[in-house]
């Protein structure tokens, strides 16, 4: 791209020119590799960094979160934290969705993107793309539950597809992969105690092949790797 003033820049990553401005003044934007405080300066947008961060951006963002419990799956909440609140600002800025829910109380994988085409296939019901999840719940699961799961349950408003339940131990707790292709409301919650397993607890691990980096933290995430991208935009 051509050489441009560094508040023009800036205000292509969808700051405004008085925001752009300010943050000149800060010392937060670096041209070159050095600090520049004047807005006027003009550099390559592919030599600018924002808080150490290159603004020659992407055209979509592909995150990964690993979503703590106690945080909301939208991008605004009256009463809540949401999980865009856990980005940083730069990431932030580019209103990122998350691609689908998950419980306040669930934890795990959470995508986010700005790209609206993957994300609304992604979540559509045509689209097979597997969830699997970490479930523990109480009572001793067993062979019978598995049978159950895999028939398509009945529920009170809809009869869920076949999901796979593997057991990983069974005993006063239980604890179970489940891969689903749908997500509806409450939907893994509703199977386990519709099977007389109430839930303690739910974790996400995958979506669509993806898995969750197990080296993030509750509350951190990646920018998706392009592989996963790949993985994501091949699920049929
Ligand atoms: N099923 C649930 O019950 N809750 C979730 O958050 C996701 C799947």
Redesign the pocket.
Known sequence: MAIMRLDKALSMTGMTRAEARKAVAAGRVQAGGTAVRDPGFKAEPANILLDGQPIDAPEHIYVMLNKPAGIV?ATEDSRWQTVLSLMPEHIARRRPGPVG???R??TGLVLLTDDGQLAHRLISPRTKAE?V?LAECEGALDAEDTALFASGMALSDFTAKPAKLDILSSGDTSRALVT?TE?????????FAAAGHP?LR?R?LSIGGVKLDESLDEGEWRMLTDEEVEILRAVR
Do not use: A, W
């Open positions: 799956t829910r998950l419980d109380d669930v969830k999840y689903l997500g509806k409301f409450h939907q893994v919650k509703r199977m839930l739910l996400r």
